[in-house]
């Protein structure tokens, strides 16, 4: 199978599976990488599934559970790191649009918001955890780490991440793909993204929003993407990346 089907697929698997949210935070002290299956928030859901998905396409048919836990993790820690490394609090890819600039440049996946008819830029300071630094146990906890993350926003906010605006979702539809994993870019200050969530073309030919949705407390195969997007009113359009194929282990 294509990587963006085995995403679509991983993800239809956790249909069900409840929504719960800072799994990655519950240690202000230490950072780790954390893997779970059983609670997923909108942004570890579509890490697992294409975490999974790779973990698939890397392994020989019939692995242990063990190596496939391994590689599980390897493939996961990888995405959310920057670089794949960690290396304390910040360097976990925190912003969404970091997120898919990290793992473009390291070919994880493609960022296609670009090529993309009617992209235009977010031209605004990206800022809201340095500015909200009561938010986040381990910022409160090291406010030395306030700072430092204040620089890095800066740059990230420099790069004005493109979006696709709404009214032109509806056009390009067409153009994405199941797998393909879609930011919802928002006007609120300071933030780039409010939801995170993978594209699934079902058998109709209608391209829906497959997500861990906070709202209805489990991950779900929602409504069409255009449509999904009008159900809150800072969201303005979405961000779009699409997972780099692998080849297959050869059997």
């Known amino acids: 199978m294509p990587i963006g089907d085995l995403v679509g697929a991983v993800g239809l698997n956790l249909v069900g599976t409840p929504y719960v949210a800072g799994t990655l935070d519950t240690d202000a002290e230490a950072e780790a990488c954390f893997v779970s299956l059983t609670g997923l928030d909108c942004v570890t859901f579509y890490e697992a599934c294409l975490g999974f998905a790779r973990m698939l396409k890397r392994l020989s048919p019939h692995p242990s559970v063990a190596i496939a836990r391994r590689q599980l993790m390897a493939e996961v820690q990888t995405m959310r790191y920057r670089g794949g490394k960690v290396d304390g609090y910040l360097s976990r890819l925190h912003y969404a649009s970091d997120w898919f600039f990290d793992n473009d ?13 009617g992209a235009v830029a977010m031209d605004k300071p ?4 340095s500015t909200h630094p009561a938010s986040y146990a381990q910022l409160k906890a090291h406010p030395d780490l306030v700072l430092k993350l204040a620089a890095m926003e800066v740059a990230w906010s420099a790069r004005k991440p493109q979006y696709v605006p709404n009214v032109v979702v509806p056009m390009v539809e067409s153009l994405l793909e199941t797998g393909d994993l879609i930011g919802i870019a928002t ?6 993204t409010s939801h995170t969530g993978i594209c699934y073309r079902d058998e109709t030919g209608a391209l829906r929003m497959l997500h861990a949705s906070s709202a209805h ?3 779900e195969l929602g409504p069409r993407l255009s449509d999904f997007l009008v159900s809150a009113k800072n969201d303005i359009g979405i961000f779009v990346a699409r997972p780099s194929e692998l080849p297959a282990t050869k059997l």
């Open 126 to 129: 990206l800022n809201f955890m």
């Open 187 to 192: 006007s609120a200050a300071g933030l780039d």
């Open 105 to 117: 440049r390291r070919k994880i996946v493609r960022l296609i918001t670009k090529y993309l008819p």
């Open 217 to 219: 407390h489990k991950v």
